[in-house]
């Protein structure tokens, strides 16, 4: 918010404690700031991302780099400090409150030079070629013409920070097409910023980023402690997962096919897998049970609505909720379920005459992970109404 509203009209502001500028500190460096600008919510993040950037920009004496979105500098106050006097550093902000802010910090690095300006716009009079060029833009990312652009440079090295996970997969996503070389083998750190949800945005990101560049190194940076996490983020590659699904709904649809053909029992299969959930949960509420199932609480509860007037699912009041309800297998339920456990293991043992115990002990552990993997991931979603 504070981007999109340092380039709309002024706004009125009133000091009400302190002067009005807050001061934040970057290695060995303070930034006295507007009240209203621009500044990373982790205390630790702005002196994590500076070392990060620095490291994977790998500047030395002379060179040349280019600080896109660049703030008041925090970035290209790291990059100069590599280049040197000899060196040069381009900034871009569209910011000019953060611009003023940025050259009064680093008032003392010459080689440091500010443009306010959006970046498209600014990119053609920058002094290039850059040897690394630093992208950090706002949530909604850098798009297709600045990537491309950045691309068209010829710049050794890219470094582009995303603080959303949509916007910068799409940006990494450019990268192939727009020509940066493929003998590099590019790079991700991601911090989470909110947890669990942060947690999905960043698995989400590198599994984007993993289909786009698989050849990428993937890393994850915590701010408080430095902690870094590498290695095989994606460790099963995209055509095996792809296989993995075919067999899956494979086994879905042959399952159904032998529990249609076999008759087992006298309730539909959907109504039996909601009996089998129900027994081993125990007595619960309804909602309780349709996060279990992975269902939506419209859905389940027309089958409880069923399962109920056949006599197999009791229904009572919750003593703690009087619009509540909860529920259990009733002794009828018990006893359909017990034969039908006993009659689908009998058949199933016929058809695995050919496997040995090990087989079918692998096959039970990868079924069991695999479910369980499934359920977690949609039961940190929520359920569904």
């Known amino acids: ?71 008041v500098g925090v970035f290209a106050a790291a990059l100069a400090g590599d280049a040197g006097a000899s060196g040069h550093v381009d900034s871009v902000e569209s910011s000019r409150q953060a611009v003023s802010d940025g050259k009064a910090a680093l008032s003392d690095v010459p080689q440091v030079r500010f443009h306010a300006d959006r970046v498209e716009r600014a990119m053609p009079g920058l002094t290039g070629p850059p040897r690394v060029v630093v992208l950090d833009p706002p949530r909604a990312g850098a798009g297709r013409d600045v ?20 916007s910068f997969a799409r940006d990494i996503g450019s990268l192939p097409g727009a020509r940066i070389p493929a003998r590099r083998t590019p790079c991700v750190r991601c911090v989470p910023s909110h947890a669990p949800r942060g947690v999905h945005s960043v698995a989400d990101v590198l599994t984007r980023v993993h289909r786009c560049l698989p050849n990428a190194t993937l890393r994850i940076v915590d701010p408080a402690s430095r902690e870094c996490w590498d290695g095989d983020w994606m460790s099963v590659e995209a055509d095996t997962a792809q296989a993995l699904v075919d067999a899956v709904f494979a086994l879905g649809r042959s399952l159904r096919a032998v529990v249609a053909a076999s008759g087992e029992t006298p309730i539909a299969p959907a109504l039996t897998s909601v009996l089998f959930v129900l027994a081993a949960r125990g007595e619960c509420r309804q909602n309780e049970l349709a996060t279990d199932l992975c269902v939506s609480q419209s859905s389940l509860s027309r089958q409880i609505s069923e399962l109920v007037d056949a006599g197999y699912v ?7 909720d009087k619009r509540a309800s909860r529920i259990r297998v009733s002794p009828n339920g018990m006893d359909i379920l017990r034969e039908t456990t ?22 039970v552990t990868s079924l069991t992970q695999l479910n369980d993997t499934f359920t977690a991931s949609v039961q940190q979603r929520g359920p569904r109404i």
């Open 1 to 71: 918010m504070a981007r999109r509203a340092a380039i709309g009209a002024p706004r009125a502001e009133r000091v009400v404690v302190g002067s009005g500028r807050p001061v934040e500190r970057v290695r060995d460096r303070e930034w006295a700031l507007a009240a209203t600008g621009f500044w990373q919510a982790h205390r630790g993040a702005a002196d994590t991302y500076s070392a990060v950037v620095a490291e994977w920009a790998g500047m030395s004496a002379g060179d040349t780099a280019w600080d896109l979105y660049g703030g």
């Open 147 to 166: 990537i491309d652009a950045v691309a068209a440079v010829g710049a050794e090295r890219v470094v582009h920070v995303g603080c959303d996970p949509a």
């Open 314 to 320: 009791f229904r009572t009041a919750d003593p703690d």
């Open 342 to 363: 006993e009659r689908r293991a009998e058949r199933l043992r016929g058809m695995l005459e050919g496997w040995s115990q090990e087989q079918a002990l692998a096959a």
